[in-house]
């Protein structure tokens, strides 16, 4: 039969008008790959890519190692560990007259206006370092007293002197001239290495060691009143030992608890990631039924904390009310706290509840790459033990920030300052010299006053210079973390391309695909992960000086700075994970390819804009999944947890008496999820590069026996409507 002479020209006219339209629409995100037979995964024959930036990188990083020595020579973290007495002596050093004397004692703490003075050793007063604290009342002039009836006195007061006296025979005036003993001495207690006085409440009135009124050596008559408010606030940093020691009492007797409970979600993530092999499908029902579970535990346990709470007394206070508390159990005794508790849940269930309604046809999409990746974890399962590699050098370079941080902080020579008693000197405040101060003219211009330690400091070239030296540390520091971060992604990259790129498998999966891509990335790729690390880094810097101008300029800002502000800060956390999306992306091309920085991140953009709805069907719906993973994990471990610390398991085990219980319960709930995020990333990073190959996978092939695609056919099938052709069969 013969066809129309017009009909047949028309009919390929109008099945060729869309292509070309297409193929012009594909070319503004770049040109689709071409088959190519010699291409079997991630190139070999590489060179290597951003030397320049590789060059930069060294350098920086052969100048953070100069910065350490220079903080290591010129700091002294002793300045830490130990108070400081007037004369710049460290209390407590060995091998020093000071060795058994750990304690920094005040002479007259009313001259103190607030503790926070005392504890950055800027009080203008004589401080001493004594081996322990005033257990009792006592001022010189009693002391003199009672030196003729027991000598013992004096030997006990002398202690908390500047210089040993064989007898008291010196007057009052002095003494107080002379600046060697205190007038009187109240009782104390240690903290902070320093004697804070001994605080307490009596029948609902302030005492100092159960008196409220004493003398105070200079014929005055003092009461703890005016004790405490010349330290401004010392109830509350008492307050805070208590809470501090209690803490530790806490953590002292739930360690093996919180160590095993952490081993527990390794293993539990370890398994979770084995099962998905068999039965993703499976697990992640379980996963939405355990997350719908635990979530509703909480909210029947707030229900029954709420309900119990009724009629009970003070529990109707609202959270207003009690204010700021450094209690904690005191909030769970109201019924606004479970109340609030309550109705986040609620709203958490639904939220859970509605995503699973809305995403049930995407999750098919999910289960089948889940499955896909747990194959490709199974043959490359090194890839799990991964994050603990990277986990050891994110602890190297957190370490070393901080040592350098504490370091560059202690850095400095003594600086002693004058301090009049009546604040009526001129030259108060001015720097001066211990040494020779007594024979100077402003001694004897200014009647009483004292050349006393202040601070660290110095005005060489490096002293001036360390606020810029830190801000190179915290540079740096984020610039080493994003690139170890880096590092971890191409590796991963490597090894999953590796697998995806066989065509038979597991047969033509080189062997140690892991160490293989590892040691690619290290040895030619170095320089564009520290580029891609270098921009993260830079707008991370960025955003911690916005943070920094925030809190010193907050007082000074209008509304429309404020919303200035506000708006940039809302750019840079978008920028940022905008970066992170694409960096992840151009590593993967960059562990298949071999290509610098940019253009790895240029086609690895056009390649997901050319798939762009296939991106969107993928990428939130998987990593929904890995979350949930998560937070099963986390609730498993954090509800177990709950019911031991809480002591609601007495049948099966006996929980530790604690303070606060949910000291070790939070330790465990935030460890457990960093550990069971750890293992997932690995999974979300399997997703991610078996995803990239995939799209490429159908740019080069098109399933016929002489271009065959890699992907499995099942997959293939979810994601793409074309229809397989099937791979060739192994002979």
Request: hydrophobic share 45%; with cysteine.
């Given at each position: 039969m013969n066809l129309i002479p017009g009909g047949r020209q028309d009919l390929p006219s109008k099945l060729t008008e869309k292509p070309p339209d297409n193929h012009l629409e594909a070319k503004k995100y770049g040109e689709p790959r071409t088959f190519d037979p010699n291409f079997k995964g991630p190139v070999v024959n590489r060179s290597c890519?951003?030397?320049?930036?590789?060059?930069?990188?060294?350098?920086?990083?052969?100048?953070?190692?100069?910065?350490?020595?220079?903080?290591?020579?010129?700091?002294?973290?002793?300045?830490?560990?130990?108070?400081?007495?007037?004369?710049?002596?460290?209390?407590?050093?060995?091998?020093?007259?000071?060795?058994?004397?750990?304690?920094?004692?005040?002479?007259?703490?009313?001259s103190c206006t607030s503790p926070s003075v005392m504890v950055n050793l800027q009080c203008p007063t004589t401080q001493i370092c004594v081996s322990k604290c005033p257990e009792k009342f006592l001022t010189y002039v009693e002391t003199q007293l009672l030196y003729k009836k027991d000598k013992n006195s004096w030997t006990y007061y002398s202690q908390f002197c500047k210089s040993p006296f064989s007898k008291s025979d010196r007057t009052l005036s002095q003494i107080l001239m002379d600046d060697n003993c205190p007038a009187a001495i109240f009782p104390s207690k240690p903290f902070l290495q320093r004697c804070f006085p001994d605080f307490s409440t009596k029948n609902g009135t302030l005492t100092v060691g159960n008196k409220t009124m004493f003398e105070d050596?200079?014929?005055?008559?003092?009461?703890?009143?005016?004790?405490?408010?010349?330290?401004?606030?010392?109830?509350?940093?008492?307050?805070?030992?208590?809470?501090?020691?209690?803490?530790?009492?806490?953590?002292?007797?739930?360690?093996?608890?919180?160590?095993?409970?952490?081993?527990?979600?390794?293993?539990?993530?370890?398994?979770?990631?084995?099962?998905?092999?068999?039965?993703?499908?499976?697990?992640?029902?379980?996963?939405?039924?355990?997350?719908?579970?635990?979530?509703?535990?909480?909210?029947?346990?707030?229900?029954?904390?709420?309900?119990?709470?009724?009629?009970?007394?003070?529990?109707?206070?609202?959270?207003?009310?009690?204010?700021?508390?450094?209690?904690?159990?005191?909030?769970?005794?109201?019924?606004?706290?479970?109340?609030?508790?309550?109705?986040?849940?609620?709203?958490?269930?639904?939220?859970?509840?509605?995503?699973?309604?809305?995403?049930?046809?995407?999750?098919r999409i999910s289960i089948a790459l889940l499955k896909e990746g747990s194959k490709a974890i199974r043959y490359v399962p090194t890839t799990l033990i991964y994050p603990v590699l990277t986990f050891i050098f994110l602890s190297i370079c957190i370490c070393y920030w901080a040592v350098i941080a504490v370091y560059l902080a202690t850095s400095g020579v003594p600086i002693y300052k004058i301090i009049a008693p009546a604040g009526q000197c001129e030259h108060e405040n001015k720097t001066c010299d211990p040494e020779i101060f007594n024979t100077t003219e402003i001694s004897k211009a200014c009647p009483g006053s004292?050349?006393?330690?202040?601070?660290?400091?110095?005005?060489?070239?490096?002293?001036?210079y360390?606020?810029?030296?830190?801000?190179?540390?915290?540079?740096?520091?984020?610039?080493?973390?994003?690139?170890?971060?880096?590092?971890?992604?191409?590796?991963?990259?490597?090894?999953?391309?590796?697998?995806?790129?066989?065509?038979?498998?597991?047969?033509?999966?080189?062997?140690?695909?892991?160490?293989?891509?590892?040691?690619?990335?290290?040895?030619?790729?170095?320089?564009?992960?520290?580029?891609?690390?270098?921009?993260?880094?830079?707008?991370?810097?960025?955003?911690?000086?916005?943070?920094?101008?925030?809190k010193r300029l907050k007082e000074s800002q209008n509304n429309i700075s404020k919303f200035l502000q506000c708006c940039l800060k809302c750019c840079f956390w978008c920028l940022e994970k905008a970066v992170k999306f694409l960096?992840?992306?151009?590593?993967?091309?960059?562990?298949?390819?071999?290509?610098?920085?940019?253009?790895?991140?240029?086609?690895?953009?056009?390649?997901?804009?050319?798939?762009?709805?296939k991106v969107a069907v993928m990428d939130k719906v998987t990593d929904f999944v890995l979350i949930l993973g998560k937070m099963l994990v986390t609730g498993c471990i954090g509800v177990l947890a709950f019911l031991l610390f809480t002591e609601r398991l007495p049948i099966l085990i006996e929980g530790p008496s604690l303070n606060y219980y949910w000291v070790p319960l939070l330790t465990v709930v935030i460890g457990s999820y960093l550990i069971a995020h750890g293992f997932f990333s690995v999974y979300a990073m399997c997703i991610d590069t078996l995803f990239i190959c995939f799209c490429e996978d159908l740019e080069r092939n098109d399933g016929s026996t002489e271009k065959p695609y890699f992907i499995t056919p099942t997959l293939h099938g979810i994601l793409n409507k074309k229809q397989l052709v099937p791979q060739k069969q192994k002979e």
């Amino acid at each position: 039969m013969n066809l129309i002479p017009g009909g047949r020209q028309d009919l390929p006219s109008k099945l060729t008008e869309k292509p070309p339209d297409n193929h012009l629409e594909a070319k503004k995100y770049g040109e689709p790959r071409t088959f190519d037979p010699n291409f079997k995964g991630p190139v070999v024959n590489r060179s290597c890519t951003d030397v320049l930036c590789f060059i930069i990188f060294i350098l920086f990083i052969i100048g953070y190692i100069i910065l350490g020595l220079i903080a290591w020579v010129n700091g002294d973290p002793r300045r830490v560990a130990y108070p400081t007495d007037s004369q710049g002596h460290f209390c407590g050093q060995k091998g020093t007259p000071n060795e058994n004397k750990s304690i920094l004692f005040y002479f007259n703490l009313f001259s103190c206006t607030s503790p926070s003075v005392m504890v950055n050793l800027q009080c203008p007063t004589t401080q001493i370092c004594v081996s322990k604290c005033p257990e009792k009342f006592l001022t010189y002039v009693e002391t003199q007293l009672l030196y003729k009836k027991d000598k013992n006195s004096w030997t006990y007061y002398s202690q908390f002197c500047k210089s040993p006296f064989s007898k008291s025979d010196r007057t009052l005036s002095q003494i107080l001239m002379d600046d060697n003993c205190p007038a009187a001495i109240f009782p104390s207690k240690p903290f902070l290495q320093r004697c804070f006085p001994d605080f307490s409440t009596k029948n609902g009135t302030l005492t100092v060691g159960n008196k409220t009124m004493f003398e105070d050596g200079k014929g005055k008559t003092r009461n703890a009143g005016e004790l405490r408010a010349a330290a401004n606030h010392i109830n509350k940093i008492l307050d805070a030992k208590s809470l501090g020691t209690k803490l530790f009492e806490d953590y002292a007797t739930t360690w093996y608890w919180i160590l095993t409970g952490l081993i527990i979600t390794m293993l539990l993530s370890w398994i979770f990631l084995i099962l998905l092999r068999f039965t993703a499908g499976f697990l992640f029902w379980v996963f939405m039924s355990g997350v719908i579970g635990v979530i509703g535990y909480g909210i029947w346990h707030c229900y029954k904390e709420y309900n119990n709470l009724r009629g009970q007394e003070n529990s109707h206070l609202t959270i207003y009310d009690i204010g700021i508390q450094t209690d904690i159990s005191m909030y769970l005794q109201l019924r606004q706290t479970w109340l609030a508790f309550m109705i986040i849940l609620c709203i958490l269930e639904a939220l859970v509840i509605l995503m699973l309604i809305f995403l049930r046809n995407r999750i098919r999409i999910s289960i089948a790459l889940l499955k896909e990746g747990s194959k490709a974890i199974r043959y490359v399962p090194t890839t799990l033990i991964y994050p603990v590699l990277t986990f050891i050098f994110l602890s190297i370079c957190i370490c070393y920030w901080a040592v350098i941080a504490v370091y560059l902080a202690t850095s400095g020579v003594p600086i002693y300052k004058i301090i009049a008693p009546a604040g009526q000197c001129e030259h108060e405040n001015k720097t001066c010299d211990p040494e020779i101060f007594n024979t100077t003219e402003i001694s004897k211009a200014c009647p009483g006053s004292q050349c006393i330690f202040a601070f660290y400091g110095g005005k060489s070239v490096y002293h001036q210079y360390i606020p810029t030296l830190q801000t190179f540390n915290l540079f740096v520091f984020l610039w080493l973390i994003n690139f170890v971060f880096a590092l971890g992604q191409c590796t991963l990259a490597g090894a999953f391309a590796s697998y995806y790129w066989a065509l038979e498998k597991p047969e033509d999966i080189p062997p140690y695909p892991l160490f293989t891509a590892f040691g690619r990335a290290i040895r030619y790729h170095t320089g564009s992960l520290a580029f891609g690390s270098l921009i993260l880094a830079l707008i991370q810097m960025f955003r911690i000086v916005l943070e920094y101008l925030d809190k010193r300029l907050k007082e000074s800002q209008n509304n429309i700075s404020k919303f200035l502000q506000c708006c940039l800060k809302c750019c840079f956390w978008c920028l940022e994970k905008a970066v992170k999306f694409l960096n992840r992306n151009a590593y993967v091309m960059i562990a298949i390819h071999g290509k610098n920085f940019c253009r790895s991140a240029k086609d690895a953009f056009n390649l997901l804009i050319r798939n762009v709805l296939k991106v969107a069907v993928m990428d939130k719906v998987t990593d929904f999944v890995l979350i949930l993973g998560k937070m099963l994990v986390t609730g498993c471990i954090g509800v177990l947890a709950f019911l031991l610390f809480t002591e609601r398991l007495p049948i099966l085990i006996e929980g530790p008496s604690l303070n606060y219980y949910w000291v070790p319960l939070l330790t465990v709930v935030i460890g457990s999820y960093l550990i069971a995020h750890g293992f997932f990333s690995v999974y979300a990073m399997c997703i991610d590069t078996l995803f990239i190959c995939f799209c490429e996978d159908l740019e080069r092939n098109d399933g016929s026996t002489e271009k065959p695609y890699f992907i499995t056919p099942t997959l293939h099938g979810i994601l793409n409507k074309k229809q397989l052709v099937p791979q060739k069969q192994k002979e």
